[in-house]
């Protein structure tokens, strides 16, 4: 059956420091993978998406960057966070072809201070 | 993708049928509705989708309308554990799902 991992749950880092997020999915080849993020009491953003390796689509400008360096692995970066970098970051993976049906990671809860 | 409007938040009696609307009338003749939510502190959890015709399964069923400018996510005996902010979401196949504010749906005994 097919798994996603997304690690650390939770995550304090200064203003300043550098991100790294690491999201991998088990059981399945070529997914197509997503990371949102929610901000306190907001709805879910989505930041970036990717078809495939190297293939990288990024929603919303911003201090974030993503990578897909293996099939089944999807990395979120930052060289500096910002405060507004604060959130529940998540991974999800398209469990369809034919459908928009994601399965969601258990999330990072970032805290920049 | 086409903009949905739901309900801030609604109330349901534990037992009783939660029937969550969602509003989409600008939905074009290729886009799904979906269906997640999200508990607490958790990743949002796939329900349901459709095109046109109503479907079921496990979780929940889902009415739409016979000019797909509305549907009904219907949880027919909710429990405690239903309670969550519920996710409508119009969208084109292909595309990443964008979503919006939800529904708080809360469940009490």
């Known amino acids: 059956s097919q798994t996603i991992h997304q690690w650390p749950a939770t995550l304090v880092q200064p203003v300043g420091s550098p991100l790294s997020l690491e999201c991998t999915v088990e059981?399945?080849?070529?997914?197509?993978l997503y990371w949102y993020r929610q901000a306190a009491g907001r709805g879910l953003q989505l930041l970036f998406y990717?078809?495939?390796?190297?293939?990288i689509s990024s929603e919303v400008p911003q201090n974030l960057s993503a990578s897909r360096p293996q099939d089944r692995q999807f990395i979120l970066s930052s060289k500096k966070l910002l405060l507004s970098d604060s959130g529940f970051y998540l991974c999800?993976?398209?469990?369809?072809?034919?459908?928009?049906?994601?399965?969601f990671g258990s999330g990072t809860q970032l805290s920049v201070l | 993708d086409a903009k949905t409007t739901q309900p801030t938040s609604m109330d349901c009696a534990e037992g009783r049928a939660a029937n969550l609307p969602c509003n989409h009338s600008?939905?074009?003749?290729?886009?799904?509705v979906y269906w997640y939510r999200q508990i607490h502190s958790q990743g949002p959890q796939y329900i349901i989708h459709g095109l046109k015709n109503n479907e079921t399964n496990e979780m929940a069923s889902l009415i739409i309308t016979e000019d797909r400018k509305s549907s009904t996510l219907i949880l027919p005996h909710a429990t405690l554990r239903d309670t969550a902010v519920y996710y409508c979401i119009a969208n084109q196949a292909g595309t990443a799902l964008i979503f919006g504010k939800g529904t708080t749906l809360s469940v009490s005994s």
């Open positions: 059981g399945t080849s070529n997914p197509n």
């Open positions: 999800a993976w398209k469990g369809d072809r034919f459908s928009e049906k994601l399965f």
């Open positions: 600008t939905i074009s003749g290729n886009e799904y």
């Open positions: 990717s078809v495939g390796i190297g293939q």
